[in-house]
């Protein structure tokens, strides 16, 4: 199993030769990238398919079957947020648990010794746990000439810990209508209503090992709160201030 890039070419032969070198002795459709990097290629009319494993590669056929799976998986709103993205990556069930895995390869490798161990061990079952329910992730990227957006989305079990904690709420549209109209260098929003309000995003984080607490502020408005918005703007002391503001 493996995850496969398509590219959209005006030229595949050229593509594949500008960006690659073959690598003949892995096979007639593998190639390395500059850092050495062995990857697979099929051509498809204007496009290439690239991934790391030959037989996902090999295997891949153009049809409507993987938009139509995955528009089924994510349902009309994660189908309307692809409509609008320029770059889109899903991942399903099967790859986010392989992803889980690693991680938590990787953070028992990490274990420490001693006293915090137990801790350590602890809170990476529940973790595990927790994340076992994800079903599904999505990523949208929109790409523009003045800016990049991105947008995530994601689907949990309804009979898991996970899915149980993102119920959900308010099915709305949440805007920035609170910012000040001036230029900015990033912008966000969180949906607290389509979480479910500050309760549900409690419940969750409380679920999570060491997720940061909510501020008094916000707790204490709790039945007032749709959402947040916040944006990072050019420092108005101009370029004499220096440093990350500006």
Do not use: C
Request: charged letters at 25%; proline letters at 4%; zero cysteines.
């Amino acid at each position: 199993f493996g995850a496969v890039a398509i590219v959209p070419v005006k030229d595949p032969k050229e593509f594949l030769e500008g960006n690659f070198r073959r690598a003949a002795d892995k096979g007639e459709d593998a190639w390395t990238n500059a850092s050495g990097t062995t990857v697979y290629a099929k051509v498809m009319d204007s496009h290439v398919v690239l991934g790391d494993d030959a037989e996902t590669v090999r295997g891949f056929a153009k049809d409507a079957g993987i938009g139509a799976a995955v528009a089924e998986r994510v349902g009309a709103r994660g189908t309307a947020m692809m409509a609008k993205g320029d770059v889109i990556a899903w991942a399903g069930h099967s790859a986010l648990q392989a992803q889980m895995r690693e991680a938590d390869a990787t953070a028992r490798a990490q274990m420490p010794e001693g006293e915090l161990a137990a801790r350590f061990e602890e809170e990476r079952k529940r973790m595990a746990e927790l994340m076992a329910g994800l079903e599904d992730g999505l990523i949208v990227v929109d790409l523009d000439p003045l800016g990049v957006g991105l947008r995530t989305f994601a689907k949990a079990k309804a009979d898991s810990d996970l899915g149980a904690l993102l119920k959900g709420g308010t099915d709305g549209a949440s805007t920035f209508d609170r910012l000040p109209a001036q230029p900015f260098y990033a912008v966000g929003r969180i949906d607290i209503a389509g979480i479910g309000g500050i309760a549900a995003l409690e419940r969750l984080l409380a679920r999570v090992p060491t997720a940061p607490t909510l501020p008094a502020w916000l707790t204490s408005a709790r039945d007032d709160v749709r959402g947040l918005q916040f944006a990072v703007y050019p420092s108005k002391m101009g370029i004499a201030a220096g440093g990350l503001l500006n």
